[in-house]
């Protein structure tokens, strides 16, 4: 059996150890310290985002966002039903409710027209407008930004991003998670970097960063006895997970460069194979990290994603699904739906190749080889 190919395998640079054991001599071995501080300085460095919170997750993240967004029981909240569960999630932590939004085929994310459908619809419905948008930049290719934010000042509902796949990812010069009010980034073991688990919040400014901090460790008032006058949470990143992170971050420059030459393999790899299409930038100043390659096969030749997936693992590689609209999840089928079949369609005729900037050449042509292989079978 020849060696296994992951998805997106962790990637260390080599000094994570380093920053673990400087944690260790320090008796910083808590949650805090020093390296959440540098950590965050070197995300804020690399997004130009000025305000950085490291959190626990990017769950964490994305329901902070919501708390500070002012988001409680009843509410209505527009979410991208092409996503990962954990986009949506939050809301319900709230006592809120998610309205979902279909993707358009550009960019596979939150199509504006949609929105504006649901924004409008949603008033009538409940004679209030939702109370905030979360827009994913799914897997790291960004959204139609400017569109969706004209729409989001035109109604004054403020956007988060969930930009948990999309660390490095640029739009117009800027980079994902920067964009809207908020942005949510994650470093789970398959994200670009990983903490071994964390996230961050990109905050507006000083006041919201500092009020992120404070929920995000009990929202302990500052009195000499334990004092409460808001609900307060455990979601702060541990000085060792950041230790990690900062060690992480030493590479992120060339980690967004390998995942992007991977998808140029893969462009490359399939530019001959007739009825797959290999998910590109909708234009030159849109710049998605390709956190994962992902490709479509095309309808009219009934290939079932999970046919391939099966090939690929009868050769000890991984791939998968896309993710499965949160509008065909049982959890949400009760929740409101705007758009039409264009996220479904994707969903059942796609797939995420290994993407891992672990990965090398010859593993992404074995991967290519695989594929083009089981096509030719079909045709
Ligand atoms: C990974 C991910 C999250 C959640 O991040 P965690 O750090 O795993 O909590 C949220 N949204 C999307 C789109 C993700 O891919």
């Known amino acids: 059996m020849k060696d296994r190919i992951f998805l997106s395998f962790p990637h260390l640079g080599g000094h994570e150890m380093q920053y673990i ?5 320090g008796s910083w071995v808590v949650p805090l310290g020093p390296h959440v501080d540098k950590f965050e300085q070197r995300l804020e460095e690399y997004t130009g985002a000025s305000h950085v919170v490291a959190l626990s997750a990017g769950t964490a993240a994305l329901h902070l966002a919501l708390v500070m967004l002012g988001v409680t029981a009843g509410d209505e909240v527009l979410c991208q039903s092409f996503t990962f569960s954990a986009s949506a999630n939050p809301v319900k932590y709230q006592g809120a409710n998610p309205v979902f939004v279909d993707s358009e085929p550009t960019t596979w994310n939150m199509s504006p027209e949609s929105l504006e459908e649901a924004i409008n ?3 009538k419905v409940t004679g209030r407008y939702p109370k905030a ?8 290719m960004p959204a139609k ?6 729409i989001a000042r035109r109604y004054a509902i403020p956007v988060l991003e969930d930009a948990a796949e999309a660390l490095g990812s640029e739009y117009h010069g800027k980079k994902c998670g920067t964009l809207g009010n908020y942005g949510a980034l994650s470093f789970n073991g398959n994200k670009i970097i990983t903490t071994s688990g964390g996230g961050a919040l990109i905050c507006p400014d000083a006041e919201a960063a500092r009020h992120v901090k404070f929920l995000a460790t009990q929202a302990r008032e500052p009195m000499p006895y334990y004092f409460h006058k808001e609900l307060g949470y455990n979601y702060r990143l541990s000085n060792i997970s950041a230790g990690i992170g900062c060690g992480q ?3 992120i420059t060339d980690r967004v460069a390998r995942r992007r030459a991977i998808h140029n393999l893969y462009t490359e790899g399939f530019k001959n194979v007739e009825g797959i299409t290999v998910h590109q930038n909708p234009s030159a100043d849109v710049k998605s990290n390709f956190w994962l390659t992902t490709i479509l096969f095309d309808e009219n030749l009934h290939i079932s994603p999970e046919d391939v997936r099966q090939a690929l693992e009868a050769e000890n590689i991984e791939s998968r699904w896309l993710w499965r609209p949160m509008n065909m999840q049982p959890i949400y089928a009760d929740a409101p739906f705007y758009g039409s079949d264009c996220a479904e369609r994707i969903f059942n005729s796609g797939l995420c190749l290994p993407s ?3 990965l090398t050449d010859d593993e992404i042509h074995r991967v290519i080889d695989c594929v083009t292989q089981y096509i030719s079978k079909r045709q």
Do not use: P, Q, T, W
């Not at 054991?21 to 001599?25: D, G, I, L, V």
């Not at 948008?133 to 790291?140: E, N, P, S």
């Open 21 to 25: 054991n400087e944690a260790f001599s």
């Open 121 to 123: 619809d949603r008033k």
């Open 133 to 140: 948008i979360v827009v994913v930049h799914l897997y790291g």
């Open 145 to 150: 930004m400017d569109e969706i934010l004209e």
């Open 249 to 251: 971050m030493e590479f």
């Open 356 to 358: 891992g900037s672990i």
